[in-house]
């Protein structure tokens, strides 16, 4: 089974031209896969080029929406059933400005932070079109289509790493930038990796100015490697590093996010050394107040010290906002409700 949402428009004219079609095809079929269409909905289409792709195991579309929960705060959780029976997870945000998806890249993951739920299990990458997927299926279940697109903003947030699945999603920021494609601005596309210095350079230097998040979660690299695992492996230092590259290329404030973690990450020492950290950085702070993953045993930290956390912060010239917490009654940490769906499974 081959999904066609992996192939860029160059590549779906080398298809169509081998399957004995004309070229110009490529560009219908590619605007019927960004409409989220599956076969039986593409009758603009030649019958025989449908034939040909179906006879050569190409499918249109690589997952399906499995279920919607929509939250108190109109968040809305998607579940989605992958061509191989796997299930990954999306969140949709409905802001003033417009509706940001949250995508996944993995499925699991392989980081195993001690917070999160995606860490639970780690089972595969997703291909490129396995990524688009998501955006073009949800875009189609709020009504929208290639020329009248529903989703704003993207942010590479979902379950797993997004820089440890490198080329397929590097081909995703690719082709969802596209102007012959679904033409998001780069300025609309927000990635957040736990951190691999090597692959922040390199996508520095791939000149994609997306706007990148760093989960940092600790103010040095004792507390950080306890509940960071790839904290073991690259120093906070060689982040900065890397960070400071990835602004001078792109220009591109850096979001620091940092999970409060009662009793872990929270004294007012470890703010002051967070922002000594930070100092040099053009950077802002996102403070996360933790979703409670019950098979991890964490637990948020309370309103007070989280402000005290920021003020501290502030006072010391550090740009930071608490970010306020969206779908926590529908498990809207990243890999919770697949958890919970795998579990009734079993
Ligand atoms: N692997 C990437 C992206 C996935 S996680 C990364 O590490 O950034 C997206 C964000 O959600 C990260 O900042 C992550 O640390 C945070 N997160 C994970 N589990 C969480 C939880 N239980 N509560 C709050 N934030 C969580």
Redesign the pocket.
């Known amino acids: 089974m081959k999904t066609l949402l992996d192939f860029n428009l160059q590549e779906l004219e080398s298809l169509v031209v081998s399957l004995g079609e004309q070229k110009f095809r490529a560009k219908q079929l590619q605007q019927v896969l960004l409409d989220g269409k599956f076969e039986y909905e593409s009758n603009n289409l030649p019958k025989s080029l449908l034939e040909k792709l179906a006879n050569n195991g190409y499918i249109f579309q690589p997952l399906r929406i499995l279920k919607k929960v929509v939250s108190k705060d109109k968040t809305v959780k998607y579940l989605y059933k992958l061509e191989d029976g796997n299930i990954i997870e999306g969140v949709l945000m409905t802001y003033k400005y417009g509706k940001t998806l949250c995508v996944s890249t993995q499925v699991g ?1 392989k ?1 195993n ?1 001690a ?4 860490g639970l299990s780690y089972v595969r990458d997703l291909s490129c079109g396995e990524i688009l997927g998501q955006v073009v299926a949800v875009n189609k279940m709020l009504g929208g289509t290639l020329k009248d697109r529903k989703i704003t903003n993207i942010v ?7 820089l440890d699945n490198f080329d397929a999603v590097v081909k995703f920021l690719q082709e969802i930038t596209s102007p012959q494609g679904m033409n998001f601005s780069v300025r609309n596309i927000s990635l ?3 951190g691999i210095p090597q692959k922040i350079v390199k996508l520095a230097d791939l000149g994609l100015s997306i706007t990148l ?1 760093l ?1 940092l ?1 600790a103010s040095n690299d004792v507390v950080r490697g306890q509940i960071m695992p790839i904290a073991r492996r690259y120093t906070i230092k060689e982040l900065l590093k890397a960070l400071q590259y990835y602004y001078d290329a792109t220009n591109r404030r850096i979001i620091i ?1 940092y ?1 409060l973690i009662d009793c872990v990450n929270t004294h007012v020492e470890q703010a002051r050394e967070l922002a000594m950290l930070l100092q040099n950085l053009p950077c802002h702070v996102n403070l ?6 019950p098979e ?1 045993g964490l637990k948020p930290a309370n309103e007070i010290v989280s402000k005290t956390f920021l003020s501290m912060l502030v006072r010391n010239g550090i740009s930071a906002t608490i970010r306020r917490t969206t779908g926590d009654d529908v498990t809207g ?4 409700l697949r958890i919970s769906e795998m579990k009734k499974g079993e």
């Open positions: 993951c980081m932070c917070f999160c739920a995606s590479l947030m979902g379950s797993g790493e997004p957040s990796t736990c998040c989960s979660h996010e999970v996360i107040r933790l979703n409670p993953v991890r940490a990243c890999g919770q």
